[in-house]
């Protein structure tokens, strides 16, 4: 079996190709990444010792460059994760994000009906769902619930998942599309509130909290994640979608408070700041189909994969120095300054 994961430079691909690599011993793995600002090839040092594992630098958009590397790998199986991901910079500057997200799967998918696939995979997100109100914790997203992005990162997955699922229809194109809740773990890029904590209270830098901290987001550890797109694509069945999350819903500002406890940090670091642009207030995933249907459950408790989380942040101070220098300054600067 040979699998491309696109996007495994970033944060979910890469512990994706880490688990496959030691979950399937007789499995070949390429990574397609573009190595955007969110891609970083020292997240991959150990698997590119790995003979099953190979990396190509390349951009989903770039159709030549794709239906190449198919003519040349006869891929089995496709895991899409490569995408502009955070929704901040999607209200600065939304055009990447149509480009990438939506006309870089149309790319795939095309280059999956030239050259065969058994299964094209996309990673998509419970924030295609849109958002639901804080006063109805009865409310979860179903499978059912209808498309209702927010903001242009969400509206331009949910672009990518309609088309997915129109080449099912349409040409019979073997898909699957599963949309997670919010990871954590590691590897993630500082940009995203979890990792933003960590690295802010090792500065003892203020942390900052959008709007009231009242948003609530559904947390699960990353690993449990790429064991349920192990099991979507070995049993899933074509054409469906299966949402993934593990009822671990909370307020962000219990989140802000549990890392600054599990760092000894004084919570006077908190500063509220300035709401992010059509804030989704909270997501929460039901996955009853996944569990029904594909014997999926969590196992990593909220409490323990924080405390592994940061002392992974701890242990790896090299690989999130490096990322926070250079363009990172601009970025925060122009993000958080004067907010
Ligand atoms: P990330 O931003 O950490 O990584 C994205 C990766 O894609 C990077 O390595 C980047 O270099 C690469 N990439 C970007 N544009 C590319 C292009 N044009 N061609 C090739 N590679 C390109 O993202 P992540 O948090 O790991 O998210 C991965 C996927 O999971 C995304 O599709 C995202 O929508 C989805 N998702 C993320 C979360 C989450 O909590 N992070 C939750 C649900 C779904
Ligand atoms: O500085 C911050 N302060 C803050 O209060 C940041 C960066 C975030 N927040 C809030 C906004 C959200 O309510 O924290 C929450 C989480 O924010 P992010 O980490 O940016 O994640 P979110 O917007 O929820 O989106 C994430 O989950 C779904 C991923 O980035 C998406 O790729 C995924 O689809």
Known sequence: MKILVTGGAGFIGSNFIYHMLSEHPD??????????????????????????????????TDRNAVFELFKNEKFDTVVNFAAESHVDRSINDPAIFLSTNVMGTQVLLDACREFGVSRFHQISTDEVYGDLPLDRPDLFFTEETPIHASSPYSASKAGADLLVLAYYRTYGLPVTVSRC???????????????????????????????????????????????????????????????IGGHNEMKNIDVVKLVISELGKSEDLITYVKDRAGHDKRYAIDPTKIHRE?????????????KKTVQWYLDNREWWEDLISGEYINYYEKMYKNR
């Open 27 to 60: 499995y070949d793995i390429v990574c397609l990444d573009a190595l955007t600002y969110a891609g970083n090839l020292h997240t991959l040092e150990p698997a590119l010792k790995n003979s099953r594992f190979k990396f190509v630098k390349g951009d989903i």
């Open 181 to 243: 809740s919010n990871n954590y773990g590691p590897y993630h890029f500082p940009e995203k509130l979890i990792p933003l904590i960590i690295v802010n209270l090792l500065h003892d830098k203020p942390i900052p909290v959008y709007g009231t901290g009242e948003n609530i987001r559904d947390w699960l550890y990353v690993e449990d994640h790429c064991k349920a797109v192990d099991l979507v694509i070995h049993k899933g069945t074509p054409g469906e979608v299966y949402n």
């Open 294 to 306: 594909l014997g999926w459950s969590p196992e990593v408790k909220f409490k323990d994969g924080i």
